[in-house]
């Protein structure tokens, strides 16, 4: 649920600070300097046909050597540069994959309204926003200026599949329990199914095992003194199991947070790899770390580790929310996750074969979740 208050960003024309426009929850960005704006994929999908959208965003995903533009103001990665495929159109325009966003250099978003003007293709309104005026009648200037209030009175629409950009304030009730709040979303334009799934089966396999707690755990915990019990079968099954309530929430809670961001911009399958991968390196490395210790481990934390490392790579404006002496503070992912890996480190260092932290398997999945965040940047 990716959380970027998107301060202090720059046009990626001119250099100059963006400046952030709201209208009842919907945000955009605009430059004050060249009059450039960015728009969501999701504000897209309601100025042009849902089938000349998946058109557009398909040439993105299929073009192998794409034209790299400039830097995306949200998350600084190159943009691709596409044609918007109007009628009647050579419009160009930058768009980050990344973030699915688009950015319209001064008059683009103006050409865009004429040529769906002319092709009957711009959305009527409704009592929320105005009706189209004859194009005859309509001088440059009002043009875009009725394409911005267009664009205002979708993004109204928009507020209902996106978050804006605090949190509600009942969620900063978790954070008493140290967890982060989230501050705003990437644009989830989708259920993340993947995660809500995944998540599901951690809390009914986790409930399952709560009958018999100590039973289960030393049965399809991992050992490290006994790495291949049940064929190996433990590098998996402790994943799904936990040492109580508080455990199985704090871990179900940074999975929401962190993994449907992951889901919906790289993909449900590339999402249940990275858990995979990161949940039998962590256990790698805790075997490595404690190589005679009998005591079982559990929890979903090693693959967890590795999404929000992976998050923190793929989205590295992103802000979290937590208390600092009762009072709520905004803070850089980084920051948060500096913090984290701080514990980690120190955590690991002072493991004993007594330990009940798997501080090593922490460690374990974040180098995957960093790695894996590195390589889908590259990749753009």
Same mark, same amino acid.
């Given at each position: 649920?990716?959380?970027?208050?998107?301060?202090?960003?720059?046009?990626?024309?001119?250099?100059?600070?963006?400046?952030?426009?709201?209208?009842?929850?919907?945000?955009?960005?605009?430059?004050?300097?060249?009059?450039?704006?960015?728009?969501?994929?999701?504000?897209?999908?309601?100025?042009?046909?849902?089938?000349?959208?998946?058109?557009?965003?398909?040439?993105?995903?299929?073009?192998?050597?794409?034209?790299?533009?400039?830097?995306?103001?949200?998350?600084?990665?190159?943009?691709?540069?596409?044609?918007?495929?109007?009628?009647?159109?050579?419009?160009?325009?930058?768009?980050?994959?990344?973030?699915?966003?688009?950015?319209?250099?001064?008059?683009?978003?103006?050409?865009?309204?004429?040529?769906?003007?002319?092709?009957?293709?711009?959305?009527?309104?409704?009592?929320?926003?105005?009706?189209?005026?004859?194009?005859?009648?309509?001088?440059?200037?009002?043009?875009?200026?009725?394409?911005?209030?267009?664009?205002?009175?979708?993004?109204?629409?928009?507020?209902?599949?996106?978050?804006?950009?605090?949190?509600?304030?009942?969620?900063?009730?978790?954070?008493?329990?140290?967890?982060?709040?989230?501050?705003?979303?990437?644009?989830?334009?989708?259920?993340?199914?993947?995660?809500?799934?995944?998540?599901?089966?951690?809390?009914?396999?986790?409930?399952?095992?709560?009958?018999?707690?100590?039973?289960?755990?030393?049965?399809?915990?991992?050992?490290?003194?006994? !790495? *291949? %019990?049940?064929? /190996? &079968?433990?590098?998996?099954?402790?994943?799904?199991?936990?040492?109580?309530? +508080?455990?199985? =929430?704090?871990?179900?809670?940074?999975?929401?947070?962190?993994?449907?961001?992951?889901?919906?911009?790289?993909? !449900? *399958? %590339?999402?249940? /790899? &990275?858990?995979?991968?990161?949940?039998?390196?962590?256990?790698?490395?805790? +075997?490595?770390? =404690?190589?005679?210790?009998?005591?079982?481990?559990?929890?979903?934390?090693?693959?967890?580790?590795?999404?929000?490392?992976?998050?923190?790579?793929?989205?590295?404006?992103?802000?979290?929310?937590?208390?600092?002496?009762?009072?709520?503070?905004?803070?850089?992912?980084?920051?948060?996750?500096?913090?984290?890996?701080?514990?980690?480190?120190?955590?690991?260092?002072?493991?004993?074969?007594?330990?009940?932290?798997?501080?090593?398997?922490?460690?374990?999945?974040?180098?995957?979740?960093?790695?894996?965040?590195?390589?889908?940047?590259?990749?753009?």
């Amino acid at each position: 649920m990716v959380k970027n208050t998107m301060s202090t960003l720059r046009c990626p024309g001119c250099n100059s600070t963006l400046i952030r426009q709201r209208q009842k929850g919907a945000v955009f960005w605009c430059c004050p300097s060249c009059q450039g704006r960015a728009l969501t994929l999701g504000l897209l999908r309601r100025l042009v046909p849902q089938a000349k959208t998946t058109e557009i965003w398909r040439t993105l995903l299929n073009e192998t050597s794409p034209k790299k533009t400039r830097s995306c103001p949200t998350c600084t990665q190159r943009m691709q540069q596409v044609n918007l495929g109007l009628q009647s159109s050579t419009l160009e325009l930058d768009v980050c994959r990344t973030c699915q966003l688009l950015w319209f250099d001064a008059g683009e978003l103006n050409e865009m309204g004429d040529n769906l003007e002319s092709s009957n293709e711009l959305p009527l309104s409704d009592s929320t926003g105005p009706t189209n005026p004859p194009k005859s009648t309509l001088s440059p200037e009002a043009k875009q200026a009725i394409a911005l209030i267009q664009v205002k009175a979708i993004a109204e629409v928009e507020e209902r599949t996106r978050t804006g950009g605090d949190a509600h304030p009942l969620m900063w009730f978790v954070s008493i329990f140290g967890l982060p709040v989230e501050l705003g979303t990437h644009w989830i334009d989708r259920v993340p199914v993947v995660t809500w799934t995944l998540a599901a089966i951690i809390t009914l396999t986790s409930m399952i095992g709560f009958v018999d707690l100590a039973a289960t755990v030393e049965t399809w915990g991992f050992i490290s003194e006994a !790495p *291949l %019990r049940h064929g /190996g &079968l433990t590098l998996l099954t402790s994943f799904l199991l936990h040492g109580g309530w +508080l455990h199985l =929430l704090s871990n179900l809670y940074f999975l929401m947070v962190f993994g449907d961001n992951i889901e919906v911009q790289q993909g !449900p *399958l %590339r999402l249940i /790899g &990275l858990l995979f991968v990161s949940t039998l390196v962590g256990d790698l490395l805790h +075997l490595i770390a =404690l190589p005679a210790s009998d005591i079982p481990a559990i929890g979903a934390s090693g693959g967890i580790a590795g999404v929000m490392l992976a998050y923190a790579m793929l989205f590295p404006r992103a802000q979290l929310g937590i208390l600092v002496f009762y009072f709520p503070r905004r803070i850089p992912i980084w920051l948060y996750i500096a913090l984290w890996l701080i514990v980690q480190v120190l955590g690991t260092m002072t493991m004993s074969d007594e330990s009940t932290i798997g501080y090593a398997a922490h460690l374990g999945g974040a180098v995957v979740g960093f790695v894996a965040g590195y390589l889908w940047r590259r990749r753009g």
